[in-house]
């Protein structure tokens, strides 16, 4: 769920840059958890990708523009282990099999191609061309402005 909810964040932010948006908004709107939330943003300004500030005037904000910040970074930096079996830490892996076992190698490889495809995507890449964005937009209403709108 943290990457999951990074890249959401980061494609709002990437779709309406013209104004800081709040945890509490991005959270609504996403029907998401606000803690949670919380947590990833605190990831993804610590990475470099997002600029966090409180108080008046304040909220989320892209560091870059969409398309300098690359998806396979993202995730990187928002994915806790990439280790998808116990062998991929020789030093703490106790699978007896692990010796003749060719998984690690198959799993490696495969996890190095998926990285090699994200890395060739940035975040303005997701949100893709006008009637993409728009659309994107559109779902993403605020629900509590639509209570507001005539």
């Known amino acids: ?18 104004a800081p948006h ?14 949670h939330l919380m947590k990833v943003v605190q990831t993804l300004a ?11 005037g304040g909220g989320l904000r892209l560091r870059g523009s969409a398309s300098s910040i690359n998806l396979g970074a993202v995730v990187r930096q ?4 990439l280790a998808l079996v116990e062998c991929f830490d020789k030093e703490r892996s106790t ?6 076992c060719g998984l690690r190698g198959a799993l490696g490889e495969a996890l190095r191609a998926f990285f090699a495809v994200l890395d060739r ?3 303005a890449d997701l949100i893709g061309g006008n009637p993409s964005a728009r659309h994107m937009r559109r779902l993403l209403t605020d629900p509590m402005m639509q209570e507001v709108r005539p």
């Open 46 to 56: 610590q990475a470099g990708f997002i600029d966090s500030q409180r108080g008046r």
């Open 95 to 100: 699978c007896v099999v692990a010796p003749a």
């Open 22 to 35: 709040t945890i509490d908004e991005v959270a609504r709107r996403y029907r998401i958890s606000r803690n």
């Open 1 to 18: 769920m943290h990457t999951d909810y990074a890249l959401r964040l980061l494609m709002l932010l990437a779709l309406e840059p013209e």
């Open 121 to 123: 995507y940035s975040l």
């Open 78 to 81: 928002t994915e806790d282990s």
